[in-house]
């Protein structure tokens, strides 16, 4: 069975930086995009970045543009979400997940809060 296992999350300033870990554990066939999603309270989960198998493509969307970038670890099985210049806006519970997402592979997240 995969599954997700997201890391990192705590309190932050706003200005602030966080870095946030996703492990995959199961088996995968190789060559899967890993993205990011967030949820913050009383709004939907939402996709706000990824990175290739490779690590050389990476996409951030609107929101995090410019300030969130994704990064894929060493070990295939782990990345990162890079976050700089943090709004309370970014509080929120943080995900990783294949993309497109696979159901039954849903961690916990990770909460991130930003105080203004």
């Known amino acids: 069975q995969v599954q997700m296992r997201e890391s990192g999350g705590r309190w932050a300033e706003a200005g602030g930086s966080l870095t946030l870990s996703c492990t995959v554990s199961g088996r995968l066939e190789d060559g899967y995009v890993l993205a990011w999603w967030r949820q913050a309270p009383g709004r939907e989960r939402e996709k706000i970045a990824g990175?290739?198998?490779?690590?050389?493509?990476?996409f951030a969307l609107d929101p995090v543009k410019g300030r969130f970038t994704a990064r894929r670890g060493s070990a295939k099985n782990t990345a990162y979400l890079i976050m700089k210049n943090l709004q309370p806006e970014d509080t929120a519970v943080y995900y990783c997940?294949?993309?497109?997402?696979?159901?039954?592979?849903w961690g916990q997240g990770t909460q991130v809060t930003v105080a203004g």
């Open positions: 990175v290739s198998w490779s690590g050389i493509s990476q």
């Open positions: 997940n294949t993309n497109p997402p696979r159901d039954d592979a």
